[in-house]
């Protein structure tokens, strides 16, 4: 039997007993494969009070079952309460096309009850139970003759747990019944999609007091998760000022409706925004942001970005926030969400500390979601003690090893998501190999042990280590990916390569695949065109751009944006961006263009992760384009990855020999590393380079070019 506990107030007197009843039990009753819920579901009703559930148990041998402790003097506004959890949840159920027989009757029962041990006369909407053999008896009594189907039991937890409000807003009509057609695909993985994790809607729904940490890999739904317990919070704390903050800008408008979708399914109405702050960790005259809001509240002068650049060239954010903790802040929320931890700088995170209220670290209600391969090259995750530092008797300020010993009920402060919904296995294996260069003379990075490994939901094969050197085979097993798209889709039609001669020739073929798709019933906003050529970006979107417009199809050219942080994407046009400004956005299908740019920064950190960002964009499709033979490397690589996918096969490189390589160099030489790229990119020679520079030629790499 799974728990879930939806409140920071522990179960205490009766609520314990009759909890730990039904766990000690469930064999007997039948309830082991229920779920059990404990302060949820939560409902607003007309006077915008909030209704909770206290004891919800869903069985597939009983139904939806509601239990409400009560004392005898609060019993009718208690069998009240309860009554508008019932007619809520049977509304809500009521709007399932699956779970409605007919206008009167439903495929699953719901029963409620109050419990008091006292009150045995009390005649009103609830029948009462007084004792725990009672709770027996009754669920004996209403034991289900015919079990309820896992179909319909998935479709009541979902509508329960609120994962139905995030089901796409998007209408799509089958245009045709040929089942591996695109549209239909992207319709049954967008189904698969909207019934999300178990895990995640669990992690979505508990709440704990004090610090919370979720990890898991890009796509597997952490902005989604906060952004749902943002809603739940303000559900069940209306009153509680609330902070969601994140690092790429183009976030915003994604965050702020989800948290409204997923608020409206339990209230019927918008939130309360002048209680949630969503805000970029940074922020300006023009937008709202923790450190410059930070500033204005506290009467600190901002630090302008150019004298933050001139300060740290590097990170001028982590000086930015660096000059905000240099004078005294005043604690304002309640609740911090953090997404995208791993972007942000260990002084962000201290501010969030000093904004956070509450005197003591179990007081202190920040939950940070970190992406454990957001970036490729900091496999090392800080932990609560680097990012929020130590105090003044040098103890760190956030243990989470030392504040789980105070939670009850098996909660947790530190969780994994180990499932990825956004890309297909094949891709994000890919996105991998590439990202690592695994499959390149070069390695850059690897993960350093088995654990990790684990974390991001691969397994090292039995008969294989991680020694340095030795031939190593590490899997992802498809439960940890969509599995709807592989019925209809091979590997090879998941991702697509081209090799063009020209600029014009690698447009036009963009245009025509993104033509074909349309076709084929996506929508232009289910696409996104990356160019991976930050130098060439304009010359490529202005081309393409009047490719698509040729075809009447529009397109939303991200570089021409002049609005602080425009909308990422616009209904029915094509998402043309770089691959800083994709980053945390995703689309059905991605083109992914300009790979040959990348070909001189190939051994770079930079270059590589240039790669991985731009493929785990996709839900579905990904195409990769380039000019000339500079591809041929890249390419052979995404061959090899197809080609031994579902795992990963290679040697193991020795990380510590990379991490030093890359540690001694002087930031100035990488710098010229990458610019000696763009100007090969621009198509100047080695040779002219080299003579500018005076350089002499070294030997030749890997893909028969000269390396600095």
């Not at 785990?616 to 041929?632: C, E, F, N, P």
Request: aromatic fraction near 10%.
């Amino acid at each position: 039997m799974e728990k879930i506990i939806a409140t920071e107030i522990e179960p205490q007197g009766i609520d314990n007993e009759i909890l730990s009843y039904l766990e000690a039990t469930q064999d007997d009753l039948r309830i082991q494969e229920a779920i059990l819920y404990y302060g949820f579901p939560v409902f607003k009703d007309y006077e915008d009070h909030s209704v909770k559930s206290k004891i919800a148990l869903l069985s597939k041998n009983h139904g939806i079952i509601l239990i409400s402790s009560t004392a005898s003097a609060s019993i009718e506004l208690d069998d009240e309460n309860l009554s508008q959890v019932y007619n809520f949840i049977e509304a809500a159920v009521k709007k399932s096309k699956l779970l409605r027989i007919n206008k009167n009757t439903l495929a699953v029962s719901i029963e409620s009850f109050l419990f008091n041990s006292q009150s045995n006369d009390y005649e009103g909407e609830s029948e009462v139970l007084s004792s725990l053999q009672a709770i027996r008896d009754k669920l004996c009594e209403i034991e289900l003759t015919d079990p309820i189907t896992d179909e319909h039991f998935n479709e009541v937890r979902s509508i329960i747990e609120g994962a139905k409000a995030l089901s796409k807003s998007t209408k799509r009509s089958k245009i045709s019944e040929d089942p591996a057609s695109k549209l239909n695909i992207l319709i049954k993985l967008e189904n698969e999609i909207a019934n999300f994790d178990i895990e995640q809607r669990k992690i979505a729904i508990s709440l704990i007091n004090g610090p919370q940490r979720i990890r898991g890999l890009a796509g597997s739904g952490k902005t989604v998760v906060l952004a749902m317990k943002v809603a739940h919070i303000h559900l069940q704390h209306p009153n509680k000022r609330i902070l969601f903050t994140f690092y790429t800008k183009s976030l915003y408008g994604l965050i702020v409706e989800m948290i409204g979708k997923f608020y409206r399914h339990f209230a019927g109405s918008e939130p309360n925004w002048e209680m949630i702050d969503v805000h970029h960790a940074w922020g300006g005259r023009s937008i709202d942001g923790v450190c410059y809001n930070a500033c204005i509240e506290n009467s600190i002068n901002p630090l302008p970005f150019q004298q933050a650049k001139a300060l740290n060239d590097q990170d001028p954010f982590n000086e930015v926030c660096k000059h905000v903790l240099s004078r005294p802040v005043q604690s304002k929320y309640d609740y911090i969400l953090i997404d995208e931890a791993q972007d942000l700088p260990n002084s962000f995170f201290k501010l969030c500390y000093e904004l956070s209220k509450g005197t003591e670290a179990k007081f202190k209600n920040i939950i940070w979601g970190y992406d454990e391969l957001q970036s490729i090259f900091n496999v090392y995750q800080r932990t609560p003690e680097e990012l929020f530092g130590r105090d003044e008797n040098d103890e760190a300020k956030i243990d989470l090893k030392k504040l789980r010993k105070n939670l009850g009920f098996g909660q947790t402060n530190d969780l994994i998501l180990y499932k990825c919904y956004r890309n297909p296995l094949e891709v994000l294996i890919t996105a991998h190999a590439l990202g690592f260069g695994l499959y390149s003379s070069y390695p850059v990075q690897t993960l350093e042990n088995e654990d990790h490994w684990n974390d991001v939901g691969y397994r090292l094969e039995e008969g294989y280590d991680l020694t340095v050197g030795s031939e190593t085979v590490i899997t992802r097993d498809r439960q940890n990916s969509p599995l709807s798209i592989y019925e209809y889709q091979t590997p090879n039609e998941l991702i697509k390569l081209y090799k063009a001669a020209s600029i014009d020739e690698e447009c036009m073929w963009i245009g025509d695949n993104i033509e074909s798709s349309i076709s084929q019933g996506l929508k232009p906003h289910d696409i996104m065109v990356i160019s991976m050529d930050d130098r060439n970006a304009k010359s490529y979107f202005s081309m393409l751009s009047k490719v698509l417009s040729f075809k009447g199809i529009r397109s939303n050219n991200l570089l021409t944006a002049s609005s602080a942080a425009p909308p990422f994407k616009l209904e029915d046009m094509v998402t043309l961006t770089t691959v800083h400004r994709a980053k945390g956005n995703e689309s059905v299908e991605v083109f992914a263009i300009g790979l040959d740019a990348l070909f001189p920064l190939r051994q770079t950190r930079s270059g590589r992760n240039k790669i991985f960002t731009a493929f785990t964009r996709t839900k579905a499709w990904l195409k990769v384009s380039g000019i000339g033979s500079r591809v041929d490397g890249f390419f052979s690589e995404i061959e090899q990855s197809l080609k031994n996918s579902p795992s990963l096969k290679f040697k193991v490189p020795d990380t510590e020999k990379i991490k030093r390589d890359h540690d001694k160099k002087p930031q100035q030489i990488i710098q010229i590393q990458e610019a000696y790229g763009e100007l090969l990119a621009q198509g100047y020679t080695k040779e002219q380079i080299q003579f500018e520079l005076g350089l002499a030629t070294k030997e030749a790499g890997s893909y028969g070019e000269p390396e600095l």
